[in-house]
């Protein structure tokens, strides 16, 4: 009886020390400026599908033009944007940023135009709509589109605009489930 006693004691401080392990772990790399994000809906297909799940960097991190972002929908001053109130969402969003401070776009049926240059977007799926829009994006915001532009509302579109970046919560570099790098 005894040796079954001691069995389960060390069973029990084996799965104990491995549910430890994965805790110091997980917070070492959320100090480390990792995080996690569900893609929710087909803004980004076919880049990324619905209900994958993507790991965050953020640690000095400065947003670039092409890197997928995840979003924080939450606005401090508003609470939440008026679309996402009314809807009940607040899920962040997940979109490819397409210009910086300083920058300015143009969308066109075709072709997004940064200072004048086409952007090669080869990942892009449909046609741009609303197009016809320019802009200048001031210091501090960026400009960001989902890939699959008939099914994105992104900021074309007055309900999102252009984005704050200290809301964004990182760039997206490896998808979880399933496994891969973002590109």
Same mark, same amino acid.
């Given at each position: $009886?005894?040796?079954?006693?001691?069995?389960?004691?060390?069973?029990?401080?084996?799965?104990?020390?491995?549910? *430890?392990?994965?805790?110091?772990?997980?917070?070492?790399?959320?100090?480390?400026?990792?995080?996690?994000?569900?893609?929710?809906?087909?803004? $980004?297909?076919?880049?990324?599908?619905?209900?994958?799940?993507?790991?965050?960097?953020?640690?000095?991190?400065?947003?670039?033009?092409?890197?997928?972002?995840?979003?924080?929908?939450?606005?401090?001053?508003?609470?939440?944007?008026?679309?996402?109130?009314?809807?009940?969402?607040?899920?962040?969003? *997940?979109?490819?940023?397409?210009?910086?401070?300083?920058?300015?776009?143009?969308?066109?049926?075709?072709?997004?135009?940064?200072?004048?240059?086409?952007?090669?977007?080869?990942?892009?799926?449909?046609?741009?709509?609303?197009?016809? $829009?320019? *802009?200048?994006?001031?210091?501090?915001?960026?400009?960001?589109?989902?890939?699959?532009?008939?099914?994105?509302?992104?900021?074309?579109?007055?309900? *999102?605009?252009?984005?704050?970046?200290?809301?964004? $919560?990182?760039?997206?570099?490896?998808?979880?489930?399933?496994?891969?790098?973002?590109?």
């Amino acid at each position: $009886m005894e040796d079954k006693k001691s069995a389960f004691l060390r069973r029990a401080f084996d799965v104990a020390e491995v549910l *430890v392990t994965a805790l110091v772990i997980a917070t070492a790399l959320y100090a480390a400026g990792f995080r996690q994000a569900e893609v929710v809906g087909n803004s $980004m297909q076919t880049t990324l599908q619905n209900g994958e799940r993507l790991l965050l960097h953020n640690f000095f991190y400065e947003p670039k033009p092409g890197d997928i972002v995840v979003i924080n929908r939450y606005d401090a001053d508003k609470h939440y944007n008026s679309v996402d109130f009314a809807l009940g969402r607040d899920e962040p969003l *997940v979109k490819r940023v397409i210009a910086v401070g300083g920058d300015t776009v143009r969308v066109e049926k075709d072709a997004v135009f940064v200072n004048g240059t086409q952007l090669n977007e080869p990942y892009v799926h449909f046609q741009n709509e609303p197009y016809g $829009m320019e *802009v200048t994006v001031p210091e501090g915001f960026l400009f960001v589109m989902g890939d699959h532009r008939d099914d994105s509302l992104d900021s074309r579109f007055e309900e *999102v605009g252009l984005i704050k970046t200290s809301d964004v $919560m990182g760039k997206a570099v490896w998808k979880l489930a399933p496994f891969g790098r973002v590109e």
